[in-house]
Nanobody, 123 residues
Framework: VQLQASGGGLVQAGGSLRLSCVAS????????IGWFRQAPGKERQFVAASSWSGGSTYYADSVKGRFTISRDNAKNTVYLQMNNLKPEDTAVYYC?????????????????WGQGTQVTVSS
């Protein structure tokens, strides 16, 4: 499967963005999908993950209550709705595909990664 992330941009603190992760090559319904982020000089961080059906979701504590992961398998797309953005959310955001446990654990060798999309939150 190939993944393509999009939707990043520049937003003021308190604003919102919605990221999209579109799959090609295989149906996205075959995979749990996760979102990760990496800020300059920092390690990659798990953000959120969704089971293949969307029935189970997991979030990093830092984004709980502000971010929502959802999916539309008919459109081969997973979304990350980000509300009440903070400057510390600034990072390159990546989507990835694997089994749910590996995504939540942040395993390095995941099945597929999308290219990143930059999110910049100004104060």
């Amino acid at each position: 499967v190939q993944l393509q992330a999009s939707g990043g941009g520049l937003v003021q603190a308190g604003g919102s963005l919605r990221l999209s992760c579109v799959a090609s090559g295989r149906a996205i319904s075959n995979y749990a999908i996760g979102w990760f982020r990496q800020a300059p000089g920092k390690e990659r961080q798990f953000v959120a993950a969704s089971s293949w059906s969307g029935g189970s979701t997991y979030y990093a504590d830092s984004v709980k209550g502000r971010f929502t992961i959802s999916r539309d398998n008919a459109k081969n797309t997973v979304y990350l709705q980000m509300n009440n953005l903070k400057p510390e959310d600034t990072a390159v955001y990546y989507c990835a595909a694997d089994i749910l446990g590996n995504l939540v654990a942040g395993t390095n060798d995941l099945d597929a990664w999308g290219q990143g999309t930059q999110v910049t939150v100004s104060s």
